[in-house]
């Protein structure tokens, strides 16, 4: 789900194909709807922290995102996961980008 992983993302917006018919969040089933509602209420729970590292990101250059070996780069177990990374430097996201498997 676009919204569980876009709430991270420095421009937090829902994005779909100009042609997808049902784009809004309240044409969804109420099940996608509570996770879509979950993670804006997440995001503007993090308003504060996501402001103050983008301060940080202007004042220094370091990036606002951060690749594993940047924040930890003595452990080499990091390296393995690629769609894993920092955010700031206290909240590590690990989305979950595939479907399970049965």
């Known amino acids: 789900m676009f919204y569980q992983l876009g709430m991270y993302y420095p421009f937090f917006r829902a994005h779909t194909h100009i042609d997808y018919p049902n784009r809004e969040p309240w044409l969804q089933t109420q099940r996608v709807q509570t996770a879509i509602r979950d993670?804006?209420?997440?995001?503007?729970?993090?308003?504060?922290?996501?402001?103050?590292?983008?301060?940080?990101?202007t004042q220094t250059g370091v990036p606002f995102w951060r690749i594993m070996w940047n924040e930890f780069?003595?452990?080499?177990?990091?390296?393995?996961?690629?769609?894993?990374?920092?955010?700031?430097?206290?909240?590590?996201?690990?989305?979950?980008?595939?479907?399970?498997?049965?």
């Open 39 to 57: 993670s804006i209420n997440r995001r503007y729970d993090l308003v504060h922290y996501i402001y103050t590292s983008f301060r940080y990101t």
């Open 73 to 102: 780069p003595e452990q080499s177990l990091f390296y393995e996961v690629a769609s894993q990374f920092m955010l700031g430097d206290q909240i590590l996201v690990a989305p979950k980008l595939t479907e399970p498997t049965a």
